[in-house]
T-cell receptor, first 111, second 115 residues
């Protein structure tokens, strides 16, 4: 079984809809991250969490929110989706400031 | 602000040959980590290799090795005996020494291994 899972793997939604992307990990890592990947660009950090009670904004947090429901679960919400949020979204985990391990990604299309 | 630059958008190599992907970065920090990640068509981000800045010895992982030049802020990836399965986009990434744990990625290099 994969150590870091993301659901759904693909999602099509309409402008203005609220959607949630979910991430779960079995690695026992304390830190979790959400990144966004656009064509021609590397990944950019949206939000990160060091533990259940700690949430921090990354470089592109506008239009997004997150929830760390448990050490193993970290969800990303788009409150009102817009077309320029069409992208590939990755969850990642790490133990402290160590190597980050990525989930399989969620491809989101906002129409 | 830290930046990571990969100046080769696309590269190709014949199977069994060696190829080197370039990466430069800019930082005023002294203690940091550098990574190469591979993203095949399946889009999974896979760790290839990691280098700690305080280590002078270049990291190696089987057919993958790096040339880490700290003074020049250069971190190139060498793939030996290239295989068709190495076809992927490769990202260089820098991990800051600050407590954000933020990875800063380059734009990526698409590598095609030709039979």
């Amino acid at each position: 079984d994969a150590d870091v899972t993301q659901t759904p793997r693909n999602r099509i939604t309409k402008t203005g809809k609220r959607i949630m992307l979910e991430c779960s990990q079995t690695k026992g890592h304390d830190r979790m991250y959400w990144y966004r990947q656009d064509p021609g660009l590397g990944l950019r950090l949206i939000y990160y969490s060091f533990d259940v009670k700690d949430i921090n904004k990354g470089e592109i947090s506008d239009g997004y929110s997150v929830s760390r429901q448990a050490q193993a679960k970290f969800s990303l919400s788009l409150e009102s989706a817009i077309p320029n949020q069409t992208a590939l979204y990755f969850c990642a985990t790490s133990r402290g400031r160590e190597t980050q391990y990525f989930g399989p990604g969620t491809r989101l299309l906002v129409l | 602000a830290q930046t990571v630059t990969q100046s080769q958008p696309e590269m190709s190599v014949q199977e069994a040959e060696t190829v080197t992907l370039s990466c430069t970065y800019d930082t005023s920090e002294n203690n940091y980590y550098l990574f190469w990640y591979k993203q095949p068509p399946s889009r999974q981000m896979i760790l290839v290799i990691r280098q700690e800045a305080y280590k002078q010895q270049n990291a190696t992982e089987n057919r993958f090795s790096v040339n880490f030049q700290k003074a020049a802020k250069s971190f190139s990836l060498k793939i030996s005996d290239s295989q068709l399965g190495d076809t992927a986009m490769y990202f260089c990434a820098f991990l800051t020494s600050s407590n954000t744990g933020k990875l800063i990625f380059g734009q990526g290099t698409t590598l095609q291994v030709k039979p």
